[in-house]
């Protein structure tokens, strides 16, 4: 009801504003007995974590992740998994300035309207920050589905104007980490990069696409009418900072096509020929590959002055200060990896309930 | 959890297949002491029912609503309120050439192989007749919250390649419903109805846009994290058949953008100069108009032939019969409005919580 | 939220007033492919329904179900269930002394605090009469739960200060309703009937006790912590009018009782020698019988008079009017088995998530 | 879903096992700006905690809570309050004799068929250890519902077979925690101890029974037909290890009366001469105070030799070994309130949607 938690049966449950002593959460109905390997855990914090590349803000968290319970010997025991990761770099006083003013098109006006109060050292729960939660959770999630052959990736396929021309079924996974903005295809990777690099000099930053790819989901997963898969695929999405678009299969060019040219035929192995669907029909996985794509605006704080208004009303001027990513896509391609996979499961799990036997 | 209820506090449940006596549902958290005016949502139903106009489903059904409890002397109790949609012109016999077969880009496939049975006669629980039921939701919920001054809408705003170019500021609400398409740009208008008319009598179909607006709502509604209002918003508009895309505000168009051109400016009067934020920051309602725009593919059934499979897997032809919508978008209008009326009515009486006196 | 649903995978949403057109309710997450034979649903209705024998209301009501979908020849679909009860022998006018008057121990009062108005007409949504589309849903869930081996079965046990003495294994499920008043022990049931003649005729009422029998449940249902089976299973008893008390297994007499004296020894067989654990242990099922007991207060309404005051606050005499039950227990032996179906085959259903594959 | 959360809008989610490195738990829904005083909370820990008093198990475990969000300068932010409690005095060795044994009426059996594996080490999840993260949330809901008015106090009520004989309205709430035992009639209370010690000594355990009351509570809180106030408490209340009844108002003794003395007739007042309803008519609070019992079964683990079976299914003998407490309820009556305060807040917030305005 509060917001704080995702998924019915595979739950996550979040806390933590970004400068308090530590950010955490609990994750439910994990089921018991699966392989749970907390190295591949921290190397998707790891992947989402601030400082790790000259394009990234050059905050240092080592974003640890420690978990009190629902593993035992490698395994998931059927019990919540509570887990914390302790914030490190927190310099509060890097944002003194600001404890009076509404930062343009950050969450300072709303959460004062709403709460009567707002955290201004980083933006407190509305900082990018709690999505170092959604990483845990996701990354265990991601373990489960690899245990039954699902597999999810991410990568950068946008950056400000400059796009990666080449469709996923072109690319490769296992390029995606080859270089530092998360695109696969090494040619737009190199356009990107210089492209942030020219905005953070100027102070400014940009925004970007994300597509996101599921390989080997069974067919039946998603509830029709409400709970669709790619509605619930939406909202997880959706719910990650500075989304404001997503799109499934064809998406918004779909739109814009015949029914004649859209239609995804079904051939003699029940596989479709195309894939303007997206891998789901009538709210249910057809078996075919899951793509979707999120788009995110450009990150609100900028190393510029910007008119603004205090909480009294009167102008003012919010300074560029402070260590902020010039670009949000490559830190946020594991973010988006974890809401996927939180997800799926979820929806794994919950179609177990179909049949009696 | 089985995906037929949407919403916290105020929610709709739905059941009932095309091809069934009757749909209907149960919409639970009406507030009490609600004016309600049956008759308006009646006239919502009569917006999105069949045989309308002459680029709509020629199938007639009157869609008349029957309630059998929950409102007394035309004011909500506080207690559920069910209710029925007789089904009237369901020709079942129309569908006996497809009872073998899997209909391209449909969810006959999905639902075979989630349920070990599916429904051919009209697709059952897939069919879009389901979405009646939400717009009697949506008509009660829009009442509501036109009691405390909060207004929806939306339009038509592309068929196809065709885009009604004008920004919503430039277009009038009462203009909508003046001609059959829902677009109030009428020299659009004409446009796409020409489309559509070309498109049908080629057999084929043809997606679109429509875009939503909600006027005067107040700063505060949604909740952080996952709950986000645009989070909610997405996969409550997600959740309509043939829905493939989502964004609010800016969306795909923001991910090209730069931060400094992006950021929305507060000035004295503690709105925004420019609303690339779609009214909703951090989450949550900023008190600026919410706007977004959504996605629809074509319509999958044809009246032409298309090739296929049957149950057993041998190849087949899926013929070109019925009656079905050339274009989905303005029959579609009141389903997004309803949508969105559940989901920020849902998220004001949330807000009610926050606060404990 | 509001309270009208009931179960997390197979859940309930009821809705209808006891004085308008029609009562009903949707059922969600019924597993596909179940045998459902309406006539078996039917059944439990006229179980529960009044003007059944001399010792129940005379109000005659045929209580017929109609069932808009989820169910094809006689199979759950997978399909939300709809249904309503029309509202047969609906006598407003015996309420029409009340409208102004609170009555003792019912709910005009506090709905009236609660939604600003009430129902005087039999008490609108307060009415035991929403209980039958819990019986709707319980017939629905006994079926499934039988066709995996799971049988429940509830009797009465004591009526005002007359008890069957005799534990239930010494009773026999097929013989309750060899009596009117429900009670398998002929002698008891003699003294019981008896008792319920002689109170109605002093136009007086009078509380009693049932007893529910869960046999052949699978080990392992029920879920740490919170939603410990005994705890779902209380809720849904309590929920039910006039039930003023729950006890699973040694209840309330185990509060006296000495550890070495009330645990149960396991045997070789994996049985436990005694049960007075009731069949769970931690919140879950350990494969013995599980038995409850709940307390029902009087009937509140009275063929006597008795003091109360208006709306106003004056003092007032509500008469004793109307066709009302002198004892509720003989027709909510259904509504306690049903109540128990639906918690037990949630719980079925949720288990099924526990592991992965 | 997995059990691991209660409440809908003031929400608790736990984890931690008995003998892991700590406890923890989320609380979601807190309205912001309430006064959040820690160290009550630190006092209601220390009511339920290890060892202090003769009569209590000698473990020694501090209990201190560690908060990590959600609680700014001793004030509720709205966002969630997470934080753990540190296991310190954790012997796993003094479990090792039972790695392959059932204990009696302990979930050892119930875990290993559900999970598959079980946690012997002093019953992991299923360990009363769980609850000192329900005092948390409760102490904070209680300091919340303070300030609106509302008070809750418990105490205990009977020890085996010896009953404080006084209604709760010849007690005073000031003097529960004027003895060990926490019965405010000192009489009984010195009866109670006396009969403990003997238990005790006898390498034996007794149940017992805790009443709770709640004063000052508005007209208007519980939900119609399933989340009933009283429903909802008994699921909470029922959630507690080792309790096996609950009953509200006059409970079970009331189902031995006749409703000529049941009825609680409405004074000039509004209020009732007579409490049998137990404050909750219909479901809903009449303003009357609400009081109800809970029944506690002896603890388990005795000291003394009990037969049993290994997971092999040879016989064995369980040794009484280890530190335990002979008798629940002292340190239940904390948990007891907790428990009512979280669901009676959770009511308290659920009202406030009835109306839009």
Redesign the interface.
Known sequence: ??????G??F?L?????SH???????I???????EINIEKIQQQLDRRRPGQSKITTQRKESDTVQI???I?ENKS??????F?IQNSDAKSSDYDHLKDT?R????D???Q?????R?HRG????SAR?TACRVVAGAIAQQ?LA??GIEIWAYVS?V??IDCDKPYQELQSTMVDQNIIRCPDQGAANRMIARIEE?RKAG??????ITCVVHSIP??L???????L???L???V??INAV?????????E???????????????T?K?TTN???G????????MDIYFRA????????M?D????TDA???TVVKGKGRHDPCVVPRAVPILESMTAITILDH??????????
Chains 1, 2, 3, 4 share one sequence.
Do not use: C, W
């Open positions: 009801m509060a917001g704080n938690s995702i019915t049966i739950r449950t979040t806390f933590g504003e308090g002593s530590a950010i955490g959460g609990v439910d109905g994990v089921p018991s007995g699966a009190f319970s629902g035992f025991t059927g019990m919540p998994i509570g914390i509404f343009p098109s950050h969450a006006f709303t959460y309207e709403k709460y009567g109060h955290d933006g407190g729960r509305s709690e489960i245990s039954v946008s400000g104007e905005v400014d930053t940009v925004g970007g696409t067919a039946g998603g509830e029709p009418v409400f709970d669709k790619h509605a619930d939406a909202k997880a959706m719910s404001k678009g997503f799109e499934l299969g064809s998406g918004f779909g739109s814009r096509m015949l029914g004649s040219e859209h239609n995804d035929i079904i051939d003699q029940k479709t303007h669907s997206g789901i029909q009538g709210g249910i996985s057809n078996g788009a995110f605006k450009p990150v609100a704080t900028l510029r910007q008119p603004s208004i009303g009167t102008q794994y799990l919950r179609n177990k309930a179909t049949k009696v036997t």
